[in-house]
């Protein structure tokens, strides 16, 4: 059981929007603006989407988005393309001896 | 151009022993934290260990600690991850990660496969 909850799967049209959530606790997501957000294709390498809850790095499209409030951090992902199927993993640093934990993963599907 | 390539996966047996290194290019490698993330088959990603930029503080995952070790070869550009008293439970693809500053992960490479059975 992965230490941030993410939902399973979600799924979206062309040019629509969704949001990937991602719930964890104090210790983590809550306590702390290190929030990450990774896009992994199957057999490539994941790839860092969103840092520090909402900062994009160099060369990550603005359809990409993060926020947070309380213990939930959000994915927002806009006019979707086909893409941006993949899966999506969330992570927080956190106060626990176990410094970094992820979420389990959300797989996009573009409809 | 940065990259960072792990090697030294492979078949183990249960209890046995594995060193895993991460040579990287395009970058400052003393400067930099890195780490060692895995992924289950069919699991998702785990966060096992990371290293300061000069080697002098280390911190584990609660399941490996004990067992693994990392380390790095500055003069070399070589991240390393020594595995003791494997199980079945470390069979993973074994990413190398850089640290991008920010508690976050902004470099990896295409892992390398551990496989533990008997």
């Known amino acids: 059981q992965s230490a941030l909850t993410q939902p399973a799967s979600v799924s979206g049209s062309p040019g629509q929007s969704i949001t990937i959530s991602c719930t964890g606790t104090?210790?983590?997501?809550?306590?702390?603006?290190?929030v990450s957000w990774y896009q992994h294709h199957p057999g490539k390498a994941p790839k860092l989407m969103i840092y520090?809850?909402?900062n994009r790095p160099s060369g990550v499209s603005n359809r990409f988005s993060g926020s947070k409030s309380g213990n939930t951090a959000s994915l927002t992902i806009s006019g979707l393309q086909a893409e941006d199927e993949a899966d999506y993993y969330c992570?927080?640093?956190?106060?626990?001896?176990?410094?970094?934990?992820f979420g389990g993963g959300t797989r996009l599907t573009v409809l | 151009e940065v990259q960072v390539v792990e090697s030294g996966g492979g078949l183990v047996q249960p209890g046995g022993s594995l060193r895993l290194s991460c040579t990287v290019s395009?970058?400052?490698?003393?400067?930099?934290?890195m780490h060692w993330v895995r992924q289950a088959p069919g699991e998702g990603l785990v966060w096992v260990s990371r290293?300061?930029?000069?080697?002098?503080?280390?911190r584990y995952a609660d399941s490996v600690k004990g067992r693994f070790t990392i380390s790095r070869d500055n003069a070399k550009n070589t991240l390393y991850l020594q595995m003791n008293s494997l199980s079945a439970e470390d069979t993973a693809l074994y990413y190398c990660?850089?640290?991008?500053?920010?508690?976050?992960?902004?470099?990896w490479g295409q892992g390398t496969m551990v496989t533990v059975s008997s």
């Open positions: 990660v850089r640290d991008s500053h920010h508690y976050a992960f902004d470099v």
């Open positions: 395009g970058f400052t490698f003393s400067s930099y934290w």
């Open positions: 290293i300061e930029g000069d080697g002098t503080d280390t």
């Open positions: 104090s210790s983590d997501v809550g306590g702390y603006n290190y």
């Open positions: 520090e809850v909402s």
């Open positions: 992570s927080s640093y956190t106060s626990t001896s176990t410094l970094w934990v």
